[in-house]
């Protein structure tokens, strides 16, 4: 359910960035600004979409971890660890942005921050009962 | 050890379909709806933008006097002066010929986000030739379109269908921001007179700020008028 949140959240950014929706839904105008930096992409692809692919990838994993073939499985419990882990360096490298560089907060970003974090906290917890269960 | 029964997941990939047709409804809603528009402030001016072009203008070319208003579509007092004042003025002077009226945008963006974009939605009605007819809607219509409410586009367009405007050459017009020059040009032109608030009349050289009475612009249109043009009782 977060990583489906999280893609839409994405999707929204994306979108808007890629000039599909007229204006976003913020209030502070700092979406706009956060959006149209050049921060806004990483490594020549924007940010919102590495977001897109990202939470694609979560909820697949996610998925594919609660068929009844993977239910003793131990991957997926990892592979959802490491890669929210990954993703919640990478939303602190993006805060530090937003905040000390761009100095503008885009308020869809810190919704994403905010389930990128519930999902690793999650995917911890997780590991930790499937460790426990081996 | 025998395997645990698996769960039964269907409640939840019930809701996960749920959210997930909800999610895509939505992103695609945004991406059909007309799209709201933002015309920039402090564009630089091209002398295109103001080539042949000093503001909209009603009433007779022979008109003894000439009035020109600074005002912004989403202030109040414009209204006010607009709903109450305005008929009077355009039945009792300017279509009698005595009075001929221009009109000049002076948004004031800190207060009113929307009045470049009303500006501009007037300019794209004038271009089918119902700028006048626009200009009425605006200012009858601001209550329901000034800020705080959201992005007035839609309601813009909304007008112009009302209108009877070509929709798509009004969606180009205001997709393009192609007055976006105009309007600032207005606005330098109206802050270099001294134009420091709106409504804001020219009239004979001398600025007058706030609501005019229709009466008080008709004493000035009379004194201004020379003798030999005036009415006779």
């Given at each position: 359910?977060?990583?489906?949140?999280?893609?839409?959240?994405?999707?929204?950014?994306?979108l808007?960035?890629?000039?599909?929706?007229?204006?976003?839904?913020?209030?502070?105008?700092?979406?706009?600004?956060?959006?149209?930096?050049?921060?806004?992409?990483?490594?020549?692809?924007?940010?919102?979409?590495?977001?897109l692919?990202?939470?694609?990838?979560?909820?697949?994993?996610?998925l594919?971890?609660?068929?009844?073939?993977?239910?003793?499985?131990?991957?997926?419990?990892?592979?959802?660890?490491?890669?929210?882990?990954?993703?919640v360096?990478?939303?602190?490298?993006?805060?530090?942005?937003?905040?000390?560089?761009i100095?503008?907060?885009?308020?869809?970003c810190?919704?994403?921050?905010?389930?990128?974090a519930?999902?690793?906290?999650?995917?911890?917890?997780?590991?930790?009962?499937?460790?426990?269960a081996? | 050890?025998?395997?645990?029964?698996?769960?039964?997941?269907n409640?939840?990939?019930?809701?996960l379909?749920?959210?997930?047709?909800?999610?895509?409804a939505?992103?695609?809603?945004?991406?059909v709806?007309?799209?709201?528009?933002?015309?920039?402030?402090?564009?630089?001016?091209?002398?295109?933008?103001?080539?042949?072009?000093?503001?909209?203008?009603?009433?007779?070319?022979?008109?003894?006097?000439?009035?020109?208003?600074?005002?912004?579509?989403?202030c109040?007092?414009?209204?006010?002066?607009?709903?109450?004042?305005?008929?009077?003025?355009?039945?009792?002077?300017?279509?009698?010929?005595?009075?001929?009226?221009?009109?000049?945008?002076?948004?004031?963006?800190q207060?009113?986000?929307?009045?470049?974009?009303?500006?501009?939605a007037?300019?794209?009605?004038?271009?089918?030739?119902?700028?006048?007819?626009?200009?009425d809607a605006?200012?009858?219509?601001?209550?329901?379109?000034?800020?705080?409410?959201?992005?007035?586009t839609s309601?813009?367009?909304?007008?112009?269908?009302d209108?009877?405007?070509?929709?798509?050459e009004?969606?180009?017009c205001?997709q393009?921001?192609?007055?976006?020059?105009?309007?600032?040009?207005?606005?330098?032109?109206?802050?270099?007179?001294?134009?420091?608030?709106?409504?804001?009349?020219?009239?004979?050289?001398?600025l007058?700020?706030?609501?005019m009475?229709?009466?008080?612009?008709?004493?000035?249109?009379?004194?201004?008028?020379?003798?030999?043009?005036?009415?006779?009782?």
């Amino acid at each position: 359910m977060l990583s489906l949140a999280g893609l839409f959240v994405s999707a929204y950014l994306y979108l808007y960035k890629a000039g599909y929706i007229g204006t976003i839904a913020c209030g502070t105008g700092g979406c706009e600004r956060v959006q149209f930096s050049p921060q806004s992409s990483f490594l020549g692809v924007d940010v919102a979409l590495i977001g897109l692919v990202g939470y694609a990838i979560l909820l697949g994993v996610s998925l594919a971890g609660l068929q009844p073939k993977f239910a003793e499985a131990r991957w997926p419990a990892v592979a959802l660890a490491l890669l929210s882990g990954g993703a919640v360096a990478f939303t602190l490298y993006l805060k530090y942005l937003e905040l000390f560089v761009i100095h503008a907060v885009c308020r869809w970003c810190v919704v994403s921050a905010v389930l990128i974090a519930a999902t690793f906290i999650l995917s911890i917890l997780e590991l930790r009962r499937v460790r426990r269960a081996s | 050890m025998a395997k645990a029964p698996p769960k039964n997941l269907n409640r939840f990939y019930l809701l996960l379909g749920l959210g997930a047709a909800l999610g895509v409804a939505a992103l695609a809603y945004l991406v059909v709806r007309p799209k709201a528009v933002s015309i920039p402030a402090n564009v630089t001016v091209l002398a295109g933008d103001t080539t042949g072009f000093r503001g909209y203008v009603i009433g007779s070319d022979l008109a003894p006097v000439e009035i020109t208003e600074y005002a912004d579509f989403e202030c109040p007092a414009c209204s006010e002066f607009a709903l109450v004042q305005w008929p009077s003025v355009r039945d009792r002077l300017i279509e009698t010929g005595q009075l001929r009226w221009r009109y000049r945008d002076w948004p004031i963006d800190q207060l009113h986000p929307y009045a470049r974009i009303a500006a501009h939605a007037a300019a794209c009605a004038n271009d089918q030739g119902k700028y006048w007819e626009m200009h009425d809607a605006l200012f009858a219509g601001q209550g329901e379109w000034a800020a705080p409410r959201g992005n007035p586009t839609s309601k813009f367009r909304g007008y112009a269908r009302d209108l009877a405007l070509n929709l798509d050459e009004y969606d180009q017009c205001m997709q393009s921001a192609m007055y976006a020059g105009r309007i600032q040009a207005s606005y330098d032109e109206g802050s270099k007179l001294g134009v420091g608030s709106t409504p804001t009349f020219l009239i004979d050289g001398r600025l007058y700020s706030g609501v005019m009475a229709s009466d008080s612009i008709r004493k000035l249109v009379d004194r201004l008028t020379p003798a030999a043009t005036t009415p006779q009782p």
